[in-house]
């Protein structure tokens, strides 16, 4: 069941340069893909587009059946509302502690505090930080503080879950470590991922989809793909 539509996406910025050409891609609901490529390859263009943080100068970008890219500004909060991101930097509130900074996404949309507990603890369990709800940021490690970024990005159970680079800041071994929390959301909420990431280990041990970008093009769509059919990236 296709849930993200890209037909014929064009991106131009205004000082001219092609971020996105002639890009058509559908994703099925429940997938996991990769997005990978040079730096300049479109990429993050392609990510921000689909949270809306960029629009195609043509085409169109079709998430459930939403027109993204007509979206108007004052609107787009009701997307992202149904969406989880992930960043490569933490982006956690350091004042709050681990149970705070998840529950925050929820009291943002007004949502009680009986309510918000419970899908607090179920989403920190899920990333296996239950014990830590008490913490702040700085008493966490690198890996455990992207955990909770990811708590955070589940907690209202999205449909769609978009990593940009989750573990560009990680070791290997904890890189390794967000993967399998990753995988397991994918396999037990059946959320679909899509994770933009230059790291070759980590694709190569996952054997999951694999969307390679080539100056803004489509240049290869692998399933159950790895990096060694672009060793040159």
């Given at each position: 069941m296709r849930f993200i539509e890209?037909?014929?996406?064009?991106?131009?910025?205004?000082?001219?340069?092609?971020?996105?050409?002639?890009?058509?891609l559908n994703?099925?609901?429940?997938?996991?893909?990769f997005v990978i490529g040079a730096s300049g390859s479109?990429?993050?263009?392609?990510?921000?587009?689909?949270?809306?943080?960029e629009k195609p100068t043509k085409g169109t970008v079709e998430?459930?059946?939403?027109?993204?890219?007509?979206?108007?500004?004052?609107?787009?909060?009701?997307?992202r509302r149904k969406l989880g991101i992930v960043f490569q930097d933490f982006k956690l509130l350091p004042k709050l502690t681990v149970y705070e900074n998840v529950a925050?996404?929820?009291?943002?949309?007004?949502?009680?505090?009986?309510?918000?507990?419970?899908?607090?603890?179920?989403?920190?369990?899920?990333?296996?930080?239950?014990?830590?709800?008490?913490?702040?940021?700085?008493?966490?490690?690198?890996?455990?503080?992207?955990?909770?970024?990811?708590?955070?990005?589940i907690v209202n159970k999205p449909k769609l879950l978009i990593?940009?680079?989750?573990?560009?800041?990680?070791?290997?071994?904890?890189?390794?470590?967000i993967m399998d929390v990753l995988d397991t959301i994918n396999k037990e909420l059946g959320t679909t991922i899509i994770m933009a990431t230059h790291d070759k280990e980590m694709v190569n041990r996952m054997k999951k989809r694999v969307i390679v970008l080539d100056s803004g093009v489509l240049s290869e769509d692998h399933e159950k793909g790895s990096y060694k059919a672009s060793e040159s990236i």
């Open positions: 890209i037909k014929n996406c064009y991106k131009v910025y205004k000082n001219g340069v092609a971020a996105i050409a002639d890009l058509t994703i099925n609901k429940g997938e996991f893909v479109g990429k993050s263009t392609l990510i921000k587009m689909l949270y809306r943080e998430i459930g059946g939403i027109n993204v890219g007509k979206l108007r500004n004052r609107t787009v909060y009701k997307l925050f996404a929820l009291e943002c949309l007004g949502m009680k505090s009986k309510e918000i507990r419970p899908k607090v603890i179920k989403a920190l369990d899920h990333v296996g930080l239950k014990e830590k709800l008490r913490s702040f940021p700085n008493e966490l490690s690198g890996g455990e503080q992207q955990r909770v970024c990811i708590a955070r990005a990593c940009d680079e989750p573990t560009g800041n990680l070791d290997p071994k904890t890189s390794m470590e």
